[in-house]
Every structure is written in C-alpha cells, then in structure tokens.
C-alpha cells in the first residue's frame, strides 16, 4: 500500500514537472516575439544618365533593432508601376532584387549599434524599368511621374535582445527622397497670356556674383511639372558638386514650356516658337530678381528639343547671352540665314553632338551650322562630335565588355557628366571649365 502511495506521488510530481516544463517553453515561445509599431517605407530616388531611378527603400520597422541584424535575404520587394494618364493605367509589376541591406536610422544612415529602419539597396540600369519612378507616354509625347507601389515582404525572423521581429508585410508609402531634385525650388510666370513653369537651384550665398545657367529641356520633359524638366534626364546634375564647384557656384533655371519649345508661329519647328518672347522675360526677371546674378555671365543650352530654341535665343538675342551650349539642336541649318550667322558668329558657342543621331541628323543640322560659322570668322566657337553615345561609368556593359550603347540623340549625356573637352591653347579644357571663364565684359 505505502509502495503504491509513493509511485502514485511520484508520477504526479512528474506531471507536475512536466507541464511546468510545458508552460516555461510555451511562455518562452512567446517572449521572442515582440510587437512593433506600424511600418511604413520610404523610396529614394536617384537621377541617372538614362532618367529617374529607384535606388533604395528605406523601411520603418516599428522599433529598434540591432546594426548587422537584416541581410539581403531578410525581405523581399515587390513592386508595381502605373500610370494614370493611360487608357489601362497597368505597366508592369514584379519583384525587385536586393543587393544590400542594412540597419540605419531614418536618414538612412547606417546605424553603429541600433536602429528602427532597413535599408534596402537594389540594381538600377539603363534597361531596368521596374525600378523607374517616370514613364513616357508616345502618344502624348511627355514624360511623368508614375506611381509604385512596393510591397516588402519578412522572410526571415530579425533577432533583438526583447525577442523576434517576424512576418512584417510593408506597403504604407511615407514619403520619397530624390537626390539633388529636392534641392531645386519651382515656380511659374505669366507673360502676355503665356505661362511658363521653371525649376530654379540656388547656390549658397558668399556676397560674391554668381553666374546663371539657363538649361532648356527637352521634347519630352514639357508640361507643367518643372520637376520633369530637370529629371527626364540629368539636368539636375548642374546643381551636383562637381559642377558647381567649377563656376564657385552658379544659379541653375529650368523653364518648362506647356508643351514644346518647337512649336512656332506657322508650324512645328519652323524656325520661330510661340513661347520665345515669354521664355526671354522670365530670364530677364529671374536675374533681376536675384541681385547676386552677374548680368554678363548669362550662359544657356539645351538639348534637342530645347537645344532648337538654344538656337532662336542667341540668334535673336546674341547680346544678352555671355555663351552659349546646343546639344543635339534640332533648328534646320537650312532655316538660318546668312544674317544669323553673322548676329551669332562673335558670341562663344560650344555645340554638342553624336554622329549616330537620327533624329536631328547632323548633316542637316549642326554641322553645316558650325562650319558656316567658322567660315564667317567665328574665334571662339566649337563642336564636340561624339562617334556615338555610350555608358562611361563602366558599370554597364551591351554584350561582353563592349559599354552599354545609348541611342545616338542622347548626347547630352556627356555634357551633364561634364565629359566634353578639348585642346585649346594648348590646355585640355573641360564644357563646364569654359562655360565658366565666360563672361560678356571678356
């Protein structure tokens, strides 16, 4: 009996441990959960030589976790693009790769020990459009913003000292970053009816002259978004250090035209622009309006589209401008006469081009324009013919180690990475070195 009484205890004191035991693992189970605040991410955006590209996505993760704690596995992004200006707003959709990931703060700055964001770094090229924040529309012929929606998806636990952070699923947008765009402001002005929209950078104040760059977009980038016309391709670029730094600072004005700057008084591109007059007051403001403007170093160019009216203001306005940049200008050397030549043949120009450009040929363009101007004793005027259009960064290759080829019009690509130079006098001077030795009083 005494035998079978402490067997009976025995087995009970083993129950008892064992759903102890039981309850110690379950309670355990649930201490390496934690909860989190809501989440939420943000998208930063990079202007690249091809246009706008989505480069990071920096992740609220609701509380503090520790540096080292996320990897490149840790999530995965999904992201789908749309455009509300078309019929079926649907471009695309898919899953974006991660090549880095890293704990940081809500800069995205990488933490030393704790923080409450992920990082998450992806591919960009020139080819890659899941990753563009911009799409053009043929059939309107403009450029714009799209909408992306991401979607970042936990695939494995994030390890903190309270417990694990586990199954988040993130798609609240908080807001966007765009590198160097974000340091321009925007307005719009009204000129006999004729209303222009502009970006406008503004370098730091040192009671010194500045002088001011006047970069006119092209086809695509018209509208009424100024924002478009410095990121449809890397206008923005003027307001990067490495430029400025060449002009000790320089303001940069953007005008936008509602639609293109080509279209003239009898027809499209027929050598006059219905927004030529409004264009040439909103410069003249713009540099009364801003008393550090040095009123003889006034520079302008412009690419194509815009190039065509970089072309109608120093052929009407030669004395204005201290020199001039057409890239790729699309004015037909045939509607120049003779006597445009002669107003434009004393103002410094430097032309850019590639020889691969079918749209604006150059045998139809800039190079019958340039020799005439050599020919009627033109001393301080120059042409950069590219052989064609290709990536410099090396980080983009079309097959094997051949660089990535752009299409041939694309030439303003070497002027914004300040790649256009030559031999003058002996010195191999850079487009932006000279741009900025520039100055009417010369």
Not at 25 to 45: C, D, F, N, R
Not at 122 to 132: E, F, Q, V
């Amino acid at each position: 009996m005494l035998q079978g009484i402490r067997k009976s205890v025995k087995v009970a004191l083993l129950c008892t441990l064992a759903v102890g035991t039981s309850l110690s693992l379950a309670s355990g189970v649930k201490a390496q959960e934690v909860k989190t605040q809501p989440t939420s991410y943000q998208t930063v955006t990079k202007i690249e030589d091809w246009g706008p590209a989505i480069t990071k996505i920096i992740v609220d993760l609701g509380r503090p976790i520790p540096a080292g704690s996320v990897a490149a596995d840790t999530f995965v992004v999904h992201v789908q693009r749309s455009d509300s200006r078309l019929t079926d707003p649907f471009l695309e959709k898919g899953y974006r790769v991660i090549k880095k990931a890293y704990v940081a703060d809500k800069n995205g700055n990488p933490a030393n020990q704790t923080g409450q964001y992920a990082v998450l770094e992806m591919p960009i090229g020139p080819g890659a459009t899941l990753g563009s924040p911009m799409n053009y529309d043929p059939a309107s012929g403009f450029n714009a913003w799209n909408k992306s929606d991401y979607t970042i998806i936990q695939q494995k636990d994030i390890v903190t000292p309270a417990g694990s952070v586990s199954g988040l699923v993130v798609n609240t947008f908080a807001g966007g970053a765009t590198e160097l765009v974000d340091d321009f402001g925007t307005g719009e002005a009204t000129y006999d009816g004729v209303k222009l929209t502009y970006a406008d950078y503004a370098p730091a104040q040192d009671n010194k002259k500045k002088p001011l760059i006047v970069w006119l977009h092209g086809a695509g980038e018209g509208g009424t978004d100024p924002t478009i016309a410095i990121s449809g391709n890397k206008a923005v670029n003027f307001a990067s250090e490495e430029i400025q730094s060449h002009f000790g600072g320089a303001y940069v004005l953007a005008p936008q035209t509602p639609t293109f700057w080509m279209d003239g008084l009898t027809g499209f591109g027929d050598g006059t622009s219905k927004y030529q007059e409004a264009l040439m007051a909103l410069i003249k403001d713009y540099a009364a309006n801003h008393k550090d403007i040095d009123p003889d170093r006034i520079l302008i160019g412009g690419d194509s589209n815009g190039g065509y009216m970089t072309m109608l203001m120093i052929r009407d306005y030669p004395e204005y401008f201290a020199a001039a940049f057409p890239t790729c200008e699309a004015l037909l050397d045939s509607l120049i006469s003779d006597n445009d030549i002669q107003r434009m043949k004393d103002l410094p120009i430097w032309f850019i081009a590639a020889k691969t450009d079918t749209v604006v040929p150059i045998d139809k363009y800039v190079v019958p324009t340039y020799n005439r101007l050599i020919r009627a004793g033109a001393s301080d005027v120059h042409l950069s013919l590219f052989e064609n259009v290709i990536d410099t960064s090396g980080l983009y290759k079309k097959s094997g180690r051949a660089p990535y080829e752009y299409d041939g019009h694309w030439s303003w690509i070497y002027v914004y990475n300040n790649e256009v130079a030559k031999e003058l006098e002996g010195q191999h001077v850079t487009l932006m070195e000279w741009l900025a030795s520039q100055s009417r009083t010369e």
